[in-house]
Structures are given as structure tokens and as C-alpha cells.
């Protein structure tokens, strides 16, 4: 399995980014995906998954309410919704499936992904 992340790029802080996962090489359509972000001289960290069916999603603590994640299966390809971004939303934004149904939030529990998309919030 291939993935591409795309959709990143500069916004200014209030603004909002609609970030795409496109799967290539097999059907995604039984895996769980997530996305995990990576700022400068930081870990990465956990922001949000989705099921295999879309019918259940977990986002951390700071996407609450600003981000959502979404998936079409038809497409082979996941999405992440984010609105009123912040200069501390800055990161490298990674796509991630697993193959397994269930969604997890443990980065180590992802077998597939993707090279990351920038980005950048201005203040």
C-alpha cells in the first residue's frame, strides 16, 4: 500500500486546509487510517483516526472541534478537515493505515505511510 498525502501549504492563523490521503496499490477499504503531524525539533503526535468505515473517528484534544476527519472508500482516499488553524497547528502532516479495522491511536500500531504534507500557519 502507497500513500499520498497532499492538500498542505501556507495559511494565515483563523483560516482552514482540507488535507487528502489517496491509497494506491490495494484497496484501503478494511483498514483504519489516521493522521499524525510532526513540528519542528517535536515528536509526532497523535491528531486524529477513522475506522475502517468511517463510522467511528477519535481526534486528540486540540483537533476537537476544529478538525474532521472523513474517508471515501469509493476513492481509496482519507481527509482531514481543518478549520480555524493556529501558528501552533505548524507541522508536517503524515497519513497512516493500519491493517486492522479498529482505529488506534498508537503510532506504532500503523503499518502503512504516507511522506507528509506541510503545513504552515502564519500569525
Known amino acids: 500500500v502507497q500513500l499520498q498525502a497532499s492538500g498542505g501549504g501556507l495559511v494565515q492563523a483563523g483560516g482552514s486546509l482540507k488535507l487528502s490521503c489517496a491509497a494506491s496499490?490495494?484497496?484501503?477499504?478494511?483498514?483504519?487510517m489516521g493522521w499524525f503531524r510532526q513540528a519542528p525539533g517535536e515528536e509526532r503526535e497523535f491528531v486524529s483516526a477513522?475506522?475502517?468505515?468511517?463510522?467511528?473517528?477519535f481526534s486528540a484534544e486540540f483537533a476537537k472541534g476544529r478538525f474532521t476527519i472523513s474517508r471515501d472508500n469509493a476513492k481509496n482516499t482519507m481527509y482531514l478537515q481543518m478549520n480555524s488553524l493556529k501558528p501552533e497547528d505548524t507541522a508536517v502532516y503524515y497519513c497512516?493505515?493500519?491493517?486492522?479495522?479498529?482505529?488506534?491511536?498508537?503510532?506504532?500500531?500503523?503499518?502503512?505511510w504516507g511522506q507528509g504534507t506541510q503545513v504552515t500557519v502564519s500569525s
Open positions: 477513522i475506522s475502517w468505515s468511517g463510522g467511528n473517528t
Open positions: 497512516a493505515a493500519r491493517t486492522k479495522s479498529e482505529m488506534v491511536v498508537e503510532e506504532k500500531s500503523y503499518n502503512y
Open positions: 496499490g490495494r484497496t484501503v477499504i478494511n483498514y483504519a
